[in-house]
């Protein structure tokens, strides 16, 4: 597929969901390859075989959990996928930085703990 393809194939899953999605691509083109970032992807070689092929499907379109319970928070209407990195509100994803998905998953995981930044001095309690 040209860049201009997989930036459109990028775009739908962003506004839809994410969809399954297996490459397959010629061994001379394996270099430039470049899988789309969001969703569960794969590849296959174009001379792969037949069994190769079904194993990989079933690998993408397996209908079970892929993590387990404890891998999943939920918070109100948001959901962690603490074993793949993803988050949801509203059954829609939610883009992050690295750093924002650490601090939020790090605060979802720890509830009722109270955090101060390193600099800062706790709060007064008055008398």
């Not at 918070?75 to 690295?98: E, G, S």
Request: glycine share 4%; hydrophobic share 45%; net charge negative.
């Amino acid at each position: 597929m040209e860049q201009e393809t997989l930036n459109a194939v990028d775009s739908f899953v962003a506004e839809n969901g994410f969809i399954p999605m297996l490459i397959v691509r010629d061994l001379d083109k394996l270099a430039t390859m470049r899988m789309p970032m969001q969703g569960k992807n794969d590849f296959i070689l174009s001379s792969a075989n037949e069994t190769e092929l079904e194993v990989r499907c079933s690998l993408l379109l397996w209908p079970g959990e892929e993590s387990a319970s404890a891998d999943i928070v939920t918070v109100d209407n948001m959901t962690i996928n603490l074993a793949t990195y993803q988050v949801y509100i509203d059954d829609r994803p939610v883009d992050l930085t690295l750093m924002e998905y650490s601090l939020l998953s790090f605060l979802a995981t720890h509830p009722s703990r109270c955090l101060f930044a390193r600099d800062a001095s706790p709060p007064r309690v008055g008398l």
